[in-house]
Nanobody, 114 residues
Framework: QVQLVESGGGSVHPGGSLRLSCATS????????MSWYRQAPGKERELVAYTRRYGVNINYADSVKGRFAVSRDNVKKILYLLMNSVKVEDTAVYYCHAPEYNAWGQGTQVTVSS
């Protein structure tokens, strides 16, 4: 019954912002460690951010530090990824992941172009 569904992707210009959502079900989000990954064409899947339970001690990949932010709405059971000052190299399919359940969403496409 564990399920993750990403949404919020789309096309955006460099320097713009986008907020991705991961709707969760089948577990308690607030007490669960979560991750965001991305995969660009021809590239391996890359860890973008990792958040421990309760949202403390969030770690970000060097490529997104200072630009992306993870947050949770534990009432709506949604994990967010706020993407600020996006770059062309941020173009990828973005996935949310619940490691302890080995669960992945279907992914949402983000395209950054002029």
């Amino acid at each position: 019954q564990v399920q993750l569904v990403e949404s919020g992707g789309g096309s955006v210009h460099p320097g713009g912002s986008l907020r991705l959502s991961c709707a969760t079900s089948g577990f308690t989000l607030s007490t669960t460690a979560m991750s965001w990954y991305r995969q660009a064409p021809g590239k391996e899947r890359e860890l973008v951010a990792y958040t421990r339970r309760y949202g403390v001690n969030i770690n970000y990949a060097d490529s997104v530090k200072g630009r992306f932010a993870v947050s949770r709405d534990n009432v709506k059971k949604i994990l967010y990824l706020l993407m600020n000052s996006v770059k062309v190299e941020d173009t990828a399919v973005y996935y949310c992941h619940a490691p302890e359940y080995n669960a992945w969403g279907q992914g949402t496409q983000v395209t950054v172009s002029s």
